[in-house]
């Protein structure tokens, strides 16, 4: 959930009604919000970065800390929250929002031609014009936050989409997007003197605290996205940094703002929510003017949207989810406390869902503002309309049962990492990562955690190689999950409940392993059966001793393996005594 930090005085004039800390906390939460503490510039450098220095010259101005809804994207500034809660209060009705043509006579829109060659990188792009803008200090520091907490929240840290804002009078359009090898690039980034290509920057800001985030986007791609005005000024390399020549100042009255993506409904939304937010400090509030974007396909496209669509909603239907009793026309007025509406039938009501609502997608999203408008601590509380008694999954159940008498057996519990590298489950047991059915992180953080477990046996071999100063015998247990990739499921993927013993001693101590088996089924019921329960079948695994492994077989059908693990799946792991091991799956005694 998303911070943002306001500025206490600067709000309650924004509002025209000043509150105690307690009364703004109340009406946040009736908003929808919750106020996460009351604090200081000075208090937020300090806690935030540790600089004691830097916090010496930090105003002493009360700053209000404010957790915002991940989807309300309209709310991560001051300007939309100065807008939502006056509407909220009744003070003023929902903006609005109209693109408008360029001012003059014979004005032509701005244009942004995207190239063929941004297919390799970054395909889609789409601009607006913010006419005759004032900032002031207050405001362009929240334009610049605003940025960037689209940045980090909508935008994934730019991989999706990624904004630039540029001085419209110093640039000569039309702009074009195209995509260029790094060394064909040559531009001076924002505050600085000298020029760099695409590989100097790079290299440049390798070590920069923020930017250096950014640089694997793009850095490995044969080409570099670029956008250029009509002169051949570079306005920015998206998704890194823009150009110095057109950086925004507080003397600015013209911003032309573009958002290169790989996803382009992100993009209109990105678009949408900043225009919309400081439409409101332009000479004619409100307006946008518009762009005209082409595509490489040659397409010409007029953004930003900024769409008014209508949805209907029941009202019965609302109360009944909500648990309420409200008239259509009481219904409307605490819906008008948030989003345009308006009664169109005894039953019904017509819901206008502006620009700066992308939150909203489904009927029941148009309830949970019916909810806020009238207050969830007033809604009644209701008991079930029917009666359920409460009961632990079976599955859980008999997995706390297991643990408890296989630690009586004389095993120690582990519970250890459900990802790991790849590695782990493929090399160091003798397979090829390609025969195994792991489910892979996109975007792994360490080699450590690389795929999810298809087996518990790694985790349990790094506890013992951790452990190994420990007096013989090592006897260790897990009753965990692993993930299976399964085409045939919803997510493309299963969990599966397994149990996997380890006897490490100076011996194989197979017996110890076979009895422990022999003892879960025991108190299973399964009996030692071919037909009806189970037994052991020889097999060849290469993580195991040649001879020395099992398959465990229920009603004929393999869960498990049981035997002795090989020498180079052990020396693989840091071991140098023999291990024997059991893993099974227990979902089939269920």
């Known amino acids: 959930m998303p ?52 916090a010496k010259d930090a105003s002493e101005e009360i700053i209000y800390r404010i957790d915002i809804p991940a ?36 004005a032509a829109p701005q244009k942004l031609i995207v190239t063929k060659a941004t297919a390799q990188i970054r395909p889609f792009a789409v601009a607006a014009v913010l006419r005759d803008i004032t900032f002031t200090k207050d405001s362009y520091d929240s334009f610049i936050d605003l940025q960037d907490k689209l940045h980090q929240n909508i935008c994934r840290k730019r991989t999706l989409v990624a904004i630039g804002t540029h001085d ?9 997007f195209d995509a260029k090898p790094p060394k064909d690039i040559r531009f001076v980034p924002l505050n600085q003197e000298k020029a760099m290509t695409g590989e100097e920057l790079m290299e440049f800001y390798s070590t920069h605290a923020q930017l250096k985030t950014y640089l694997p986007i793009i850095r490995d791609s044969p080409v570099y996205p670029v956008i250029y005005d009509a002169n051949g000024v570079v306005l920015s390399l998206p998704p890194i940094i823009n150009g110095d020549h057109s950086k925004i100042t507080l003397q600015t009255k013209n911003v032309f703002i573009e958002c290169t ?10 678009l949408d929510t900043l225009v919309c937010m400081f439409s409101t400090h332009c000479a004619k509030q409100f307006t946008v003017e518009y762009c005209e974007v082409v595509s490489a396909s040659g397409e010409t496209k007029q953004y930003p949207d900024l769409a008014f669509r209508k949805e209907t909603i029941s009202v019965a239907e609302t109360n009944a989810y909500i648990g309420l009793n409200e008239s259509a026309e009481k219904m409307a007025y605490l819906l008008n406390r948030l989003l345009p509406t308006k009664q169109t039938a005894p039953d019904t009501l017509e819901v206008e869902v502006p620009p700066t609502r992308h939150d909203i997608l489904h009927a029941c999203d148009i309830y949970e503002d019916v909810a806020i408008g009238y207050g969830y601590n007033r809604i009644p509380k209701t008991l079930p309309a029917k009666m359920h008694i409460a009961k632990q999954y079976p599955l859980n159940k008999l997995t706390e049962q297991l643990r408890e008498q296989i630690a009586q057996a004389g095993f120690t519990e582990g519970l250890t990492f459900t990802l790991c590298s790849r590695d782990d489950i493929a090399t160091k047991m003798n397979a090829q990562i390609d025969q195994i059915p792991a489910v892979h992180i996109a975007n792994p953080k360490t080699l450590e955690f690389q795929v999810v477990r298809t087996t518990l046996i790694p985790g349990l071999l790094k506890t013992l190689a951790a452990n190994r100063k420990m007096p013989l015998p090592l006897k260790l247990f897990e009753v965990s999950d692993v993930v299976l990739a399964d085409s045939k499921s919803e997510v493309g993927a299963k969990n599966e409940r397994r149990v996997c013993a380890i006897n490490c001693n100076k011996t194989a101590g197979f017996e110890v392993v076979h009895g422990l088996l ?7 019921e399964v009996p030692w059966d071919r037909q009806t329960g189970y037994y052991l079948q020889a097999c060849d695994d290469p ?25 180079t799946v052990l020396q693989a792991f840091e071991l140098t005594t023999p291990c024997s091991v059991v893993e099974f799956n227990m979902e089939y005694f269920v």
């Open 543 to 567: 993580a195991y001793f040649p001879g020395r492994c099992a398959s465990v077989l229920y009603k004929g059908a393999a869960i498990g393996r049981i035997g002795v693990l090989h020498p």
């Open 261 to 270: 993506a790989t996803d382009l409904t992100k993009a209109r939304i990105v």
């Open 71 to 106: 989807n309300r994207y309209d709310l991560l500034c001051l300007e939309g929250l100065v807008m939502g809660l006056q509407v909220f209060m009744g003070k003023i009705k929902f903006p609005r929002f109209t693109k408008v043509g360029p001012v003059g006579k014979g």
């Open 3 to 54: 911070t943002v930090g306001v500025k206490r005085d600067l709000l309650f004039k924004a509002l025209g009604k000043t509150y105690t800390d307690d009364e703004f906390q109340k009406f946040c939460f009736e908003f929808g919000l919750e106020l996460d503490e009351v604090t200081t510039e000075k208090q937020m450098i300090t806690k935030e970065q540790g600089l004691v220095e830097a």
């Open 168 to 176: 419209l009078d110093k640039l000569q359009g039309p702009f074009t």
């Open 518 to 524: 022999d003892r879960v089924m025991q108190l299973l």
